[in-house]
């Protein structure tokens, strides 16, 4: 059995998917979601221990096809890191949707959106764990396409759900052709799509046109799918029409994928040594990454709507994770894992609390929570945690991350650009203290509707303030694991970390 | 049209001759061109050439919509299980050659189960798209003689059954 966990951990759920659909009555296919994510957990968790333990890479064999003419499911330090950050995060919010979706999607339809809830799922564990390009291609679809559903389901409620889902649709499949017409180059020219072969055919072609400009196809479709900036003006009405649990979901993993996707092509396929790849996509993505993370902080801190001001700053921590991928050093990458995983966990904490409240009070914005910090203190407490990991206050799982990201600058002598990191860092406080301004320092108004919570509604949310703190203040394995990721691009130099 | 001999002869002979045809792609598709989608595409043509020509809800009494959640998730699933079941037997996912005790029998079982989930989940969104879009054209009256007439012959024996 424990030589299938490879394939299980992409199967179940998507297995799962179509049993969902056909089951009446929500609890039951919210049952089969809950039973799925939490194996899937599971699953993720023994593998990310296996590969530890061992250190070696564990490949599945499609079908015992061998690769390059199999298909072959991999899981080195990388996947293995960020397979956990997914089905836990996918846990998490299941346990949470149960009352989000009943408060939220049409008793009639949640059949179909757990089914899509668990499509999602596994294509986001699917692009993670295969090792072939077009596979990769395939499970970005299922699922994006899944995605789109999911946020389509928020019209019950707000219909600008529909045209939000409809631009997330245009552009999120302009990301996935540009990926695949760069594929489309890459095949041409190597004959093989498996990702290591891919690897060691690149360097015979690597001095040609067509080379170059599949590596710019490839890396323009991602930064699409990532949201780097500016091509980000699909997330923020996407994550704040979406129903609340969906949001969750969605902006703890959806983008983190993607940047993981693009990580594993841009230093796994192409690598450091690539022709033109430090110039045009290092550069570029260091730039873009601190232009991006000024205006999600800035465009974050003039926002009302909750949903939309920590879509806003997701933007910004995206940004960060850029920068770290273009630093084009070990430190850098294992800055970009360890972001990755701390931003799920505290975009996590935040959007469940969030929801909670939007899920009661119909929309959650600064007027929703004047005052609220005495009517739901635990609510509020959650959503204060994964503020200040947002800024990356000592000893949260936030400020982790920026530490070896500014650390990773710092190695390279971009002394500007760590000051800036750390200048946008600093601004997110003022979003931050907005909040805490209105929810403790501010009276509630007269008339405003009376919040509560219970125990079901913030314990989702406090799991993940928890494991916000945990990884804040006991780092080593994480941050061990994150430069073990790391260096599966980026081979250590001795003496490094 | 319904009113058209013409079409409605020819259609009801066409009809099972095309899903024959697609069933001839469907199980031919291992040795000739062929395969679950274009097979899944062509058997849902017959049920779109069925309410074209004799109307919507004729066509729906044919292929009632509780059909189409059962056909994509049962392609689905028969799929995956195929898949399943080299797992069962000792081997990786999707390894067919244990499926029977000649490799290339169980390859050949495997490819047929599995094309067949593809075309069962092809055919049942096809019809699903048709149905779906057809319906929302409510004031689009274009297929719709024959839905007019059934709406009156429904609504006077709705309203007999009220004076009753």
């Given at each position: 059995m424990m030589q299938h966990l490879p394939v299980l951990q992409v199967l179940l759920p998507l297995l799962a998917a179509p049993f969902a659909a056909l089951l009446r009555g929500r609890d039951l296919a919210w049952g089969v979601a809950f039973i799925t994510t939490g194996a899937a957990f599971l699953i993720s968790i023994a593998l990310f221990l296996e590969q530890r333990a061992l250190g070696t890479t564990l490949v599945y064999e499609m079908g015992n096809w061998a690769a390059p003419i199999g298909i072959v499911y991999v899981i080195d330090a990388a996947s293995a890191l960020v397979l956990p950050v997914i089905s836990g995060i996918g846990f998490v919010a299941t346990l949470a949707a149960r009352q989000l979706v009943a408060a939220e999607i049409d008793a009639r339809d949640h059949a179909l959106f757990y089914a899509a809830w668990l499509l999602t799922i596994a294509g986001m564990l699917g692009q993670v764990t295969t090792g072939d390009a077009f596979n990769i291609f395939v499970f970005l679809e299922i699922s994006s396409l899944s995605a789109y559903a999911l946020v389509a389901m928020g019209s019950g409620r707000d219909r600008r759900a529909l045209p939000a889902a409809f631009n997330y649709l245009i552009l999120g499949t302009v990301g996935a052709t540009f990926y695949v017409i760069g594929l489309g180059l890459l095949y041409m020219l190597?004959?093989?799509?498996?990702l290591v072969d891919l690897a060691e055919r690149l360097p015979q072609v690597e001095e040609t046109r067509a080379a170059f400009t599949a590596m710019a196809f490839i890396a323009l479709g991602l930064f699409l799918k990532m949201a780097l900036f500016p091509l980000h003006f699909w997330l923020v009405p996407a994550y704040a029409h979406a129903p609340s649990a969906v949001t969750a979901l969605m902006a703890s993993t959806a983008t983190k994928v993607s940047v993981y996707v693009l990580i594993r092509l841009i230093f796994g396929v192409f690598g450091v040594e690539f022709p033109g790849l430090a110039d045009a996509v290092g550069l570029l993505v260091l730039t873009l990454g601190i232009a991006g993370a000024f205006v999600g902080t800035l465009a974050a801190i003039v926002e009302t709507d909750l949903k939309k001001l920590f879509a806003q700053s997701s933007i910004a921590q995206l940004g960060y994770m850029a920068i770290g991928i273009g630093a084009m050093s070990a430190t850098g990458l294992a800055a970009a894992f360890l972001h990755l995983f701390n931003h799920a966990l505290m975009k996590g904490a935040l959007f469940l609390a969030i929801g909670m409240i939007a899920a009661q009070a119909g929309r959650a914005t600064m007027g929703t929570i004047q005052g609220a910090g005495k009517q739901i203190p635990i609510t509020m407490t959650a959503i204060l945690f994964g503020g200040l990991a947002l800024i990356g206050?000592?000893?949260?799982?936030g400020f982790i991350s920026k530490l070896y990201l500014i650390r990773a600058l710092l190695e390279q002598d971009f002394w500007l650009l760590a000051g800036l990191t750390f200048l946008s860092s600093a601004l997110a406080l003022a979003y931050v203290w907005k909040i805490i301004e209105a929810a403790w320092l501010q009276p509630r108004p007269k008339g405003a509707p009376k919040l509560h919570e219970t125990a079901s509604q913030y314990i989702p949310a406090w799991i993940m303030v928890i494991a916000t703190l945990g990884f804040g203040i006991y780092a080593t394995p994480l941050v061990q694991a994150a430069f073990a990721a790391a260096h599966v691009f980026i081979p250590s130099v001795a003496g490094a970390n | 049209m319904q009113d058209d001999i013409v079409i409605r002869v020819v259609a009801k002979v066409m009809i099972p001759a095309v899903m024959l045809f697609a069933l001839y792609v469907q199980f031919h598709g291992d040795y000739g061109p062929g395969g679950g989608f274009q097979a899944g595409v062509i058997f849902a043509s017959a049920f779109v050439l069925n309410a074209v020509v004799f109307g919507l809800n004729k066509g729906r009494h044919v292929w009632p919509a509780r059909y189409n959640l059962m056909g994509i998730c049962g392609g689905v699933l028969l799929y995956g299980f195929t898949g399943v079941a080299g797992m069962v037997l000792g081997k990786n996912f999707l390894n067919f050659n244990v499926l029977s005790s000649d490799p290339v029998a169980g390859q050949h079982l495997g490819i047929l189960l599995v094309e067949f989930g593809v075309g069962l989940t092809v055919a049942a969104v096809m019809v699903m798209l048709f149905f779906t879009f057809a319906g929302r054209t409510a004031h689009l009256r274009l297929l719709s003689k024959s839905d007019a007439h059934e709406r009156k012959v429904s609504a006077s024996k709705t309203a007999k059954k009220v004076k009753k």
């Amino acid at each position: 059995m424990m030589q299938h966990l490879p394939v299980l951990q992409v199967l179940l759920p998507l297995l799962a998917a179509p049993f969902a659909a056909l089951l009446r009555g929500r609890d039951l296919a919210w049952g089969v979601a809950f039973i799925t994510t939490g194996a899937a957990f599971l699953i993720s968790i023994a593998l990310f221990l296996e590969q530890r333990a061992l250190g070696t890479t564990l490949v599945y064999e499609m079908g015992n096809w061998a690769a390059p003419i199999g298909i072959v499911y991999v899981i080195d330090a990388a996947s293995a890191l960020v397979l956990p950050v997914i089905s836990g995060i996918g846990f998490v919010a299941t346990l949470a949707a149960r009352q989000l979706v009943a408060a939220e999607i049409d008793a009639r339809d949640h059949a179909l959106f757990y089914a899509a809830w668990l499509l999602t799922i596994a294509g986001m564990l699917g692009q993670v764990t295969t090792g072939d390009a077009f596979n990769i291609f395939v499970f970005l679809e299922i699922s994006s396409l899944s995605a789109y559903a999911l946020v389509a389901m928020g019209s019950g409620r707000d219909r600008r759900a529909l045209p939000a889902a409809f631009n997330y649709l245009i552009l999120g499949t302009v990301g996935a052709t540009f990926y695949v017409i760069g594929l489309g180059l890459l095949y041409m020219l190597t004959g093989t799509l498996n990702l290591v072969d891919l690897a060691e055919r690149l360097p015979q072609v690597e001095e040609t046109r067509a080379a170059f400009t599949a590596m710019a196809f490839i890396a323009l479709g991602l930064f699409l799918k990532m949201a780097l900036f500016p091509l980000h003006f699909w997330l923020v009405p996407a994550y704040a029409h979406a129903p609340s649990a969906v949001t969750a979901l969605m902006a703890s993993t959806a983008t983190k994928v993607s940047v993981y996707v693009l990580i594993r092509l841009i230093f796994g396929v192409f690598g450091v040594e690539f022709p033109g790849l430090a110039d045009a996509v290092g550069l570029l993505v260091l730039t873009l990454g601190i232009a991006g993370a000024f205006v999600g902080t800035l465009a974050a801190i003039v926002e009302t709507d909750l949903k939309k001001l920590f879509a806003q700053s997701s933007i910004a921590q995206l940004g960060y994770m850029a920068i770290g991928i273009g630093a084009m050093s070990a430190t850098g990458l294992a800055a970009a894992f360890l972001h990755l995983f701390n931003h799920a966990l505290m975009k996590g904490a935040l959007f469940l609390a969030i929801g909670m409240i939007a899920a009661q009070a119909g929309r959650a914005t600064m007027g929703t929570i004047q005052g609220a910090g005495k009517q739901i203190p635990i609510t509020m407490t959650a959503i204060l945690f994964g503020g200040l990991a947002l800024i990356g206050v000592p000893l949260t799982a936030g400020f982790i991350s920026k530490l070896y990201l500014i650390r990773a600058l710092l190695e390279q002598d971009f002394w500007l650009l760590a000051g800036l990191t750390f200048l946008s860092s600093a601004l997110a406080l003022a979003y931050v203290w907005k909040i805490i301004e209105a929810a403790w320092l501010q009276p509630r108004p007269k008339g405003a509707p009376k919040l509560h919570e219970t125990a079901s509604q913030y314990i989702p949310a406090w799991i993940m303030v928890i494991a916000t703190l945990g990884f804040g203040i006991y780092a080593t394995p994480l941050v061990q694991a994150a430069f073990a990721a790391a260096h599966v691009f980026i081979p250590s130099v001795a003496g490094a970390n | 049209m319904q009113d058209d001999i013409v079409i409605r002869v020819v259609a009801k002979v066409m009809i099972p001759a095309v899903m024959l045809f697609a069933l001839y792609v469907q199980f031919h598709g291992d040795y000739g061109p062929g395969g679950g989608f274009q097979a899944g595409v062509i058997f849902a043509s017959a049920f779109v050439l069925n309410a074209v020509v004799f109307g919507l809800n004729k066509g729906r009494h044919v292929w009632p919509a509780r059909y189409n959640l059962m056909g994509i998730c049962g392609g689905v699933l028969l799929y995956g299980f195929t898949g399943v079941a080299g797992m069962v037997l000792g081997k990786n996912f999707l390894n067919f050659n244990v499926l029977s005790s000649d490799p290339v029998a169980g390859q050949h079982l495997g490819i047929l189960l599995v094309e067949f989930g593809v075309g069962l989940t092809v055919a049942a969104v096809m019809v699903m798209l048709f149905f779906t879009f057809a319906g929302r054209t409510a004031h689009l009256r274009l297929l719709s003689k024959s839905d007019a007439h059934e709406r009156k012959v429904s609504a006077s024996k709705t309203a007999k059954k009220v004076k009753k």
